[in-house]
């Protein structure tokens, strides 16, 4: 039999969907039990370089900075209503926000911080919607070098959580 592994760093990725509210209880779960750190990360997209040059024509660089700072604060206010007011043991959880792709800045994040164990939701999205944006966790998964926990929307559905 094989021993089950204690994961001492849990890594949460979230974009504040409904689903992610459901899916942190698994990650919190996880850290919980073993009394592991749990980071929650949120990435905010930057913009395609093909379109980098018509937006900072339309936008001056003051604008863009301001931008970024108005959604820096927002994820900051829907990490402590969201998450962190369940959280009795507030040390050992850490809240990161990043700028850029999402499943670059995951991975990266994962590999400098040394995560154990990556927990992130799934939508669940099917034809052109799928083939034209792809699935961050898809792309997580097969390029991370630590297990990845996915929980699907379906599976969510199944539990009647949604």
Do not use: W
């Not at 760093?9 to 592991?36: M, P």
């Not at 959280?87 to 995560?115: C, N, P, Q, S, Y």
Request: net charge negative; glycine share 4%; proline share 2%.
């Amino acid at each position: 039999m094989i021993d089950y592994p204690k994961y001492k760093k849990v890594l949460f990725c979230t974009d504040f969907s409904k689903n992610c509210e459901l899916v942190f209880d698994y990650a919190f779960g996880i850290a919980k039990r073993d009394e592991a750190m749990l980071y929650i990360l949120h990435v905010i997209p930057t913009i395609p370089d093909q379109y980098h040059s018509e937006i900072h024509s339309f936008f001056q660089k003051d604008n863009i900075y301001e931008i970024n700072k108005s959604l820096e604060t927002s994820c900051i206010e829907k990490y402590e209503n969201e998450y962190l007011r369940n959280i009795k043991d507030k040390e050992k959880v850490k809240f990161i926000i990043r700028h850029g792709r999402e499943e670059d800045e995951i991975l990266k994040f994962a590999e400098e911080e040394g995560v154990d164990i990556i927990v992130i939701g799934i939508h669940g999205e099917t034809g052109v919607r799928h083939a034209i944006l792809g699935s961050v966790a898809e792309r997580i998964i097969r390029q991370s070098s630590v297990p990845v926990f996915i929980i699907s929307s379906k599976t969510l559905q199944k539990l009647n959580l949604t």
